[in-house]
């Protein structure tokens, strides 16, 4: 069973046009993660939450927000999609802050920016 | 920061055991070392993770030298769905509570 679930599994949207993505976890996990992976490139971590705790990546875009409403979701809203922003989104939970836990991940949401 | 050192890739056949180093020279005493794969089209997953002592699961071993400066992640026998992008990962500085990707070794196995 699915465990960390992302929607859509592609994304299809305009250049400028706010998007949204999706991420649910059943795992009741204290920490969600979003991480942007570009072609042929290693995942990048753009922020995590801790709880409701915010932690953004000092190199995130501003174009780039999260909401965590509840422990079971979180979003990632960017809200001016650019060219360079076509990519796979993934999330990623952990019991506890990762640097002891591991890493459990969704299956990623590709977007594409037309 | 804390960073690792893999080759680019690696190649084996299939059925035979794989060992996939990785150096970490900068890593402070209290950091896990994290192992991840990324199959095509897929999320990273979970490996295995250990912080001084060998560590085995049934998916792999990992053996971490003595100094903790590098490690390997063996796998007793390859299978092509094996076939990955080989992430070693540690928190980018002492204590951080993030784990963030260097580029991993691109594994191939050959039938």
């Known amino acids: 069973d699915a465990m960390v679930i992302q929607n859509p599994r592609y994304q299809v949207t305009q250049f400028g046009k706010p998007v949204t993505l999706s991420c649910s976890q059943t795992l009741n996990h204290n920490v969600m993660y979003w991480y942007q992976q570009k072609s042929s490139q290693a995942p990048k971590l753009l922020f995590h939450y801790y709880d409701k705790d915010f932690n953004n990546e000092a190199d995130t875009p501003d174009n780039f927000q999260s909401r965590r409403p509840n422990t079971s979701f979180c979003f990632l809203d960017i809200r001016s999609p650019g060219l360079g922003d076509a990519a796979m989104y993934l999330c990623a939970t952990s019991r506890d802050r990762a640097g002891y836990e591991k890493l459990f991940f969704g299956s990623g949401t590709q977007l594409s920016v037309l | 920061d804390a960073k690792t050192t893999q080759p680019n890739s690696m190649e084996s056949n299939e059925e035979e055991p794989v060992h996939l180093p990785c150096n970490h020279s900068?890593?402070?005493?209290?950091?896990?070392i994290h192992w991840y794969r990324q199959l095509p089209s897929q999320g990273p997953e979970y490996v295995i993770h250990g912080l001084t002592s060998n560590v085995n699961n049934r998916m792999a071993s990992l053996a971490i030298a003595e100094d903790r400066k590098s490690s390997t992640l063996i796998l007793h026998r390859a299978t092509l769905r094996d076939a990955a992008v080989y992430y070693c990962?540690?928190?980018?500085?002492?204590?951080?509570?993030?784990?963030?990707f260097g580029q991993g070794t691109r594994l191939t196995i050959n039938p």
């Open positions: 900068t890593i402070s005493g209290t950091d896990y």
């Open positions: 990962i540690l928190p980018p500085s002492p204590g951080a509570q993030k784990l963030v």
